[in-house]
């Protein structure tokens, strides 16, 4: 079983940016992708960014040039870097991990993410 904890969220404003991380602990077998999701008020939850096997990157067509997702493979941690933040970017936002060999999936508890004046 893995665990997946996230840090970073909270409040900003406009233009603003914020450091969102993710430490997967635990039993983790080879990892097939890893990266950030997100689940707005009344909305349906979508995928922000992630990694996928062999290192590609698959970002949502609304962050693109503003989002940046990296990782830190030693310590099983994910990063998505969030620039020029907008109010509808406002969302919670969830780590998730896939497992290669077992198709598990992870969630982490999710972290506030808020932009507002």
């Known amino acids: 079983q893995a665990q997946l904890v996230e840090s970073g969220g909270g409040l900003v404003q406009p233009g603003g940016s914020l450091r969102l991380s993710c430490a997967a602990s635990g039993s983790i077998s080879r990892i097939n992708t890893m990266g950030w999701y997100r689940q707005a008020p009344g909305k349906q939850r979508e995928l922000v960014a992630v990694?996928?096997?062999?290192?590609?990157?698959n970002y949502a067509d609304s962050v693109k040039g503003r989002f940046t997702i990296s990782r830190d493979n030693a310590k099983n941690t994910v990063y998505l870097q969030m620039n020029a933040l907008a109010p509808e970017d406002t969302a919670v936002y969830y780590c998730?991990?896939?497992?290669?060999?077992?198709?598990?999936?992870?969630w982490g508890q999710g972290t506030q993410v808020t932009v507002s004046s």
């Open positions: 998730y991990l896939k497992e290669l060999i077992t198709r598990r999936e992870y």
């Open positions: 990694f996928n096997t062999g290192g590609n990157t």
